[in-house]
Structure formats: structure tokens, C-alpha cells
């Protein structure tokens, strides 16, 4: 509110909450694949290693909901 009111940045920017929330997810995606390796490709956001992974962190949405 305090961002929305004066315009000045918000602690807790998208620049900031963005790459963690990242981290954070991955940790959970890489707590399903325990004993291996989980390759991430920042650039190109997926797996590489691990096609199973990728359909966790972009499943097919029912028609009329994809992104």
C-alpha cells in the first residue's frame, strides 16, 4: 500500500520475489526427485534432464484455461 501511495518501490519488488519464488518452487520440485540430479535451464525456465519435471511446472490446462 505504502508503494502504491508514495511510488516508491516496494520492499518486496518482482525483481526480488521473482527469482526466489523461482528457487523456492524448484526446492519443491527437486523434493519429488530425490537421489537425482535436477538440470535447470534459467533461460529457457525447464528441466533438462527430467522431462517428468517440466509437465509439473507446465501442465496441460483444461481447454479454455490455457495460459
Request: net charge positive.
Amino acid at each position: 500500500m505504502n508503494a502504491i501511495k508514495t511510488g516508491k518501490p516496494a520492499s518486496a519488488n518482482f525483481n526480488y520475489g521473482g527469482p526466489l519464488t523461482e528457487t523456492v518452487l524448484l526446492g519443491v520440485v527437486a523434493s519429488l526427485f530425490r537421489n537425482q540430479r535436477v538440470e535447470w535451464d534459467a533461460k529457457g525456465m525447464k528441466v533438462t534432464n527430467i522431462e517428468e519435471a517440466n509437465s509439473l511446472l507446465y501442465p496441460e490446462f483444461r481447454k479454455g484455461w490455457e495460459i
